[in-house]
């Protein structure tokens, strides 16, 4: 994914992360040991995202437009995913 993030660097494009389920210290070791380089990450340790993007499942991910609105869901992950965000959002940065 961040590899992903990094090939859009040039856009305006956002990718962020945002965990639910881990403590402060173990959110911390994970971005650490992640490497990301082109994707922002937060914790959100009262689950507020959860709620207002009613997320039934983990790992969720949501592309949204320049307005914020919600065009893609895509629950899981699998191979295929990145081949198909990347498409989404080139249509989108159209």
């Given at each position: 994914?961040?590899?992903?993030?990094?090939?859009?660097?040039?856009?305006?494009?956002v990718?962020l992360?945002v965990?639910v389920g881990?403590h402060e210290?173990?959110?911390?070791?994970?971005?650490e040991e992640s490497?990301?380089?082109?994707?922002?990450t937060?914790r959100d340790g009262t689950?507020d995202?959860?709620?207002?993007?009613?997320?039934?499942?983990?790992?969720?991910?949501y592309?949204?437009?320049r307005?914020?609105i919600?065009r893609?869901t895509?629950?899981?992950?699998g191979?295929?995913?990145?081949e198909?965000?990347?498409?989404e959002?080139?249509?989108?940065l159209e």
């Amino acid at each position: 994914m961040d590899q992903l993030a990094g090939s859009y660097r040039e856009s305006d494009l956002v990718v962020l992360a945002v965990n639910v389920g881990d403590h402060e210290a173990d959110y911390a070791a994970y971005v650490e040991e992640s490497g990301y380089e082109h994707i922002q990450t937060v914790r959100d340790g009262t689950r507020d995202a959860v709620r207002l993007y009613g997320v039934r499942s983990i790992p969720v991910t949501y592309v949204l437009d320049r307005d914020g609105i919600i065009r893609h869901t895509h629950v899981g992950y699998g191979r295929a995913l990145p081949e198909r965000l990347a498409d989404e959002i080139a249509s989108l940065l159209e």
